[in-house]
């Protein structure tokens, strides 16, 4: 018995691998997501690494993202976050990432120019439970938390959650 291997086939082994990996990098996400002790909006005033303070406001969704220079999959996730940030509210926090010199190199590297808090000892990171990078908080526009993501998310599910935070 001959076993050929045909365009069909390998279409359908790459879309039940495709299938696969997307349950199983959801069902990740899930376990790994912090539980925070509120869901509400927080209320403090950030600085950001331009010299500005940005203080989120109640009345639009916002994305709050961690992420770190030296992670490969948040240099993935960059430009995702950038398409996001023109659209909507979007501030990050980068977690143990050096100086905000290196930050921006990082920035400059990937063709980004959202929000950045640098959080040099990881305190934000630890008030918001953050274990791993990226991570993902929705607020939606009446400043309750709405989804956490851990992981690498997709421009297209940033926007269809942004769109459902509204």
Known sequence: MTNKWNIKKILKE????????????????YVRKPT???NQLPTQTFKLIDG???T????????IHFWATWCHVCSLEAS????????????TI??????IENIRAQMKKEGVTFRVV????????????VS??????IYNAQGKLQSTDVGYTTTAGLLARMKLAE
């Not at 495709?18 to 959801?26: C, K, P, R, Y």
């Not at 980068?94 to 100086?99: E, N």
């Open 14 to 29: 790459v879309g039940i691998a495709a299938v696969t990996i997307f349950i199983l990098s959801n069902i990740i996400s």
């Open 36 to 38: 925070l002790d509120s």
């Open 52 to 54: 500005t303070t940005y």
């Open 56 to 63: 989120p406001q109640v009345g639009k969704p916002l994305l």
């Open 80 to 91: 995702n976050i950038q398409s996001a940030s023109k659209k909507y509210e979007v501030l």
């Open 94 to 99: 980068a977690v143990q990432s050096g100086s």
């Open 118 to 129: 640098e959080d040099p000892q990881g305190e934000l990171a630890e008030h918001f439970k």
């Open 132 to 137: 791993a990078y990226p991570t993902d908080f």
